[in-house]
């Protein structure tokens, strides 16, 4: 009995013994490991990659801070701002230049786009009114609502469909509209084409950023049978297309839209025949039937125009232009070999072309003053040729004169 008891009792000590070496045994571990491993507790590495130790940056700076003051702090430490001196420094893609470039670098300016794409945002618009398919006899063709085929256009000359109503509703009366008209044997793609590349010459010489609106007038002028009778066909349907270029000048003129007009060749004389009409004039023993406009100060620009040098005198057949005419900007050409045989195209041996003689008479404008006329004689660079593009290539600059209109347009002497 002794001898169990006492077995029991030291069974319970080697137990309590052992109990007590395990704690004092995880006692030691943990304080050495305090001791040895400090880092440990802020479970911090001792030693790390630089990126990971690098201050976190702070948000970048409202706006209203950029702008008024010229610091900004930076990882704890002020940094000043340093103004651009200009745009260049920055690449447009939107990265810094590489030798400028920094750790840390402010916000960058707002920046201007480009020149060229500036020259882009002007808002030039485009129109083509064609009536190729229209009646070019006086007596059936229709003025009370003319069929016009009226497409937009793009820089490159492409079409889309528009309408009458969308060309009306978009006139602007604080920027100009330029109706070009050209010439003879001109298919509707060429005069596309054509009227694209003198809007580009033109475009390319103006003063300012003033935007305006080009109008290609495309009409029935492509050749179809031996040349002088062609000739003499187109002379006549230069009458309908006056009529019908002034029905739309009423249009512009009732929606204070400014307009100039460009014409080359029979094109000068399809103009001519609308401000004649414009003002209650006749065309082919037709008129516009509405009452006359006069006073409407149009600024034209002809170049090597196949009219007639009297037409616009006092008792010329379209003697009434010139109540209409604000400014008459003519470029000619004495050597123009086919202006030279102009009488042939009217039977009249007395019959001379404006193109080749220049300037002669004409009739007052509507208020009594004479017309204001601006006149060049290309021959020297034009030589003897009939060629419209002769004249902007050359330095009789067609482009730079033709320009003026955008200007002149806008101002009423």
Not at 79 to 96: K, Y
Not at 227 to 233: H, K, N
């Amino acid at each position: 009995m002794h001898l169990q008891i006492r077995s029991k009792l030291t069974m319970n000590l080697t137990a309590d013994r052992g109990v007590l070496m395990h704690a004092f045994m995880m006692t030691c571990l943990t304080t050495i490991a305090l001791i040895v491993s400090p880092q440990l507790v802020r479970a911090e590495p001792s030693q790390t990659p630089s990126q990971w130790t690098a201050a976190t940056p702070p948000l970048l700076p409202a706006p209203a801070l950029l702008l008024n003051s010229n610091t900004i702090t930076v990882a704890g430490q002020p940094t000043h701002l340093v103004p651009s001196e200009s745009a260049e420094d920055i690449n447009w893609d939107g990265s810094a230049d590489d030798s400028e470039a920094e750790s840390v670098h402010p916000a960058s300016p707002i920046m201007q786009p480009p020149a060229s794409l500036s020259a882009d945002l002007r808002g030039d618009r485009f129109w083509l009114i064609n009536t190729r398919s229209m009646s070019s006899n006086t007596f059936n063709m229709n003025l009370n609502q003319p069929n016009f085929r009226i497409e937009r256009l793009d820089r490159c000359g492409n079409r889309r469909p528009s309408s009458l109503d969308d060309y009306i509703s978009s006139m602007d009366p604080t920027r100009p509209r330029i109706i070009y008209v050209h010439g003879h044997r001109r298919e509707a793609p060429v005069a596309i084409t054509q009227g694209m590349y003198i809007y580009q010459q033109v475009a390319r010489h103006r003063v300012d950023g003033q935007p305006f609106d080009w109008v290609i007038w495309s009409w029935p002028s492509e050749g179809q049978s031996i040349l002088m009778s062609d000739v003499r066909e187109k002379a006549m349907r230069t009458n309908a297309q006056g009529l019908y270029v002034a029905w739309l000048l009423r249009e512009h003129h009732q929606h204070s839209q400014p307009t100039g007009l460009i014409g080359f060749s029979f094109g000068a004389r399809v103009v001519s025949g609308a401000l004649h009409a414009l003002a209650g004039g006749s065309l082919g023993s037709r008129t516009i039937g509405e009452p006359a406009i006069t006073g409407a100060n149009i600024d034209v620009g002809f170049l090597a125009p196949a009219l007639d040098n009297r037409w616009m005198a006092a008792n010329g057949y379209h003697r009434l232009a010139t109540q209409n005419l604000n400014r008459l900007l003519l470029l000619y050409n004495d050597r123009d070999f086919a202006l030279k045989y102009f009488r042939l195209i009217s039977q009249d041996p007395r019959s001379e072309a404006l193109g080749h003689t220049g300037p002669r008479c004409f009739a007052p404008r509507h208020d009594g003053t004479p017309l204001q006329i601006r006149s060049l004689n290309c021959a020297n660079t034009v030589g003897n040729h009939h060629s419209e593009k002769t004249y902007y290539e050359q330095s009789c600059y067609a482009g730079r004169e033709m320009s003026s209109l955008l200007q002149s347009v806008m101002l009423i002497d």
